[in-house]
């Protein structure tokens, strides 16, 4: 077994972790940080809509040694007061867009540039976007979400419960914001591949998080019969129980998806494949970092509030107070989990499978031992009356 497939059966079983709920709020003051500089990004720099959502016009030209910098400058020249986005293509032309350009003003516009870029004004293509039709496609994308969000908390509060639904909430528009503010930062241009991505990294981000709280409803069963842990410390057992999972999936899922932004954005040019695997890159992560220090956390300290979980939590530090206060009178160092005194239905459910799997294995070995060893003498049959029965007299001369 590998390095890293051992550690996650340790973690599983509870035999190391990091206690991720304990230190919650570091996790809480990074996240707002990181949110406060996305939040003060997206105030000041804005998103770079598309012509797609602005309206506006799309001149592709053939190829031309003109740079993309020398090509912008002179596409703004040819439409003044309008701003220009040149992008080099695989194939040596460029792709220039001018936002907030009419149909009227497209053709002077067009001539302009042929000239400015020493190209045939036929050998340019023009593609027009009028602003209505991304008005439509920005408001589709509005309901899209909502609708999505709604499902989202609606499963989630009927399959778990409704703190697990709110966190679930919480963590994916923690995941939406840190992205809509990189985009802002970056300043790429808000396109349908935008969109696309967006709503792709909020399943990868819900996945995540439905798997590990999955497992915390499973190790909660019957939590409020035993005294041996509280919510937040089976919260967190089942958090590192699926630590190893998450990270494989996410690096497994990151690493295409950066082979497309850094790789194929560089050798193709920007363009929808830049738009769209930035999104991804940057809500994957983001998605792996809530699912792990945001919304299992949130989970344990709603979950924490509820009334029996905080009369469960009383019993467990009373219980481990007088564990170390026998320890303390008798001058022994306290049990780490007052085996002596603990109820069989404290034990935690895959504590007992393991212990039961050493059992057998010991059995297994003691007897494998005795197969090589010489038959012992039978022990005396005076408590066993019914040993001899139907075997005659057990002594006396036989008549």
């Known amino acids: 077994m590998s390095r890293l497939g051992s550690l996650g059966a340790r973690l599983y079983r509870g035999e190391v972790g990091y206690d991720f709920v304990a230190k919650r709020m570091i996790w809480y003051g990074l996240s707002i940080l990181i949110t406060i500089t996305a939040i003060v990004g997206l105030s000041v720099r804005g998103l770079h809509m598309g012509i797609e959502f602005s309206g506006g016009a799309v001149f592709t030209t053939p190829k031309t040694s003109i740079s993309a910098d020398e ?62 039709w991304g008005e439509e496609i920005a408001k589709k994308a509005w309901q899209g979400l909502a609708i999505f969000m709604l499902l989202v908390v609606i499963y989630l509060a009927i399959a778990f419960e409704w703190r697990m639904a709110l966190a679930a909430l919480i963590a994916l528009v923690h995941d939406l914001t840190i992205t809509v503010g990189v985009y802002a930062l970056v300043g790429f241009e808000v396109t349908p591949g935008t969109v696309i991505g967006l709503l792709t990294i ?158 057998e294995e010991a059995a297994a070995g003691v007897v494998g031992q005795r197969g090589t060893e010489p038959a012992r003498p039978q022990s005396s049959t005076r408590n066993q009356p019914g040993r001899n029965r139907g075997r005659g007299r057990p002594s006396g001369k036989r008549r």
């Open 71 to 132: 090509a912008r400058d002179k596409a703004e020249e040819s439409a003044e007061g309008h701003t220009a986005i040149a992008q080099k293509l695989g194939n040596g032309g460029l792709r220039i867009q001018i936002s907030d350009l009419d149909t009227e003003a497209a053709q002077p516009v067009q001539k302009a540039l042929a000239k400015k870029l020493g190209v045939e004004s036929s050998k340019i293509n023009t593609q027009l976007v009028g602003p209505s």
């Open 202 to 359: 909020l399943g990868y981000s819900l996945y995540d998080t439905v798997v590990v709280f999955d497992g915390l409803r499973e190790g909660a069963k019957g939590l409020t019969k035993q005294t041996r842990y509280t919510y937040s410390e089976i919260a967190n057992r089942s958090l590192n129980g699926t630590l190893v999972r998450s990270i494989n999936t996410t690096v497994v899922a990151l690493l295409p998806v950066a082979a497309l932004l850094f790789i194929g954005g560089g050798f193709l040019g920007a363009g929808m494949l830049n738009d769209i695997s930035l999104a991804l890159f940057v809500g994957l992560a983001a998605g792996a970092y809530s699912s792990i220090f945001i919304a299992t956390p949130l989970v344990a300290d709603l979950k924490e509030r509820d009334p029996q979980m905080k009369a469960l939590a009383t019993r467990v530090r009373a219980k481990r107070a007088a564990a170390a206060a026998r320890a303390e009178s008798s001058g022994k160092a306290a049990p780490a989990d007052d085996a002596d005194d603990e109820d069989p239905e404290d034990v935690d459910p895959r504590d007992a499978a393991d212990e039961e799997a050493e059992r």
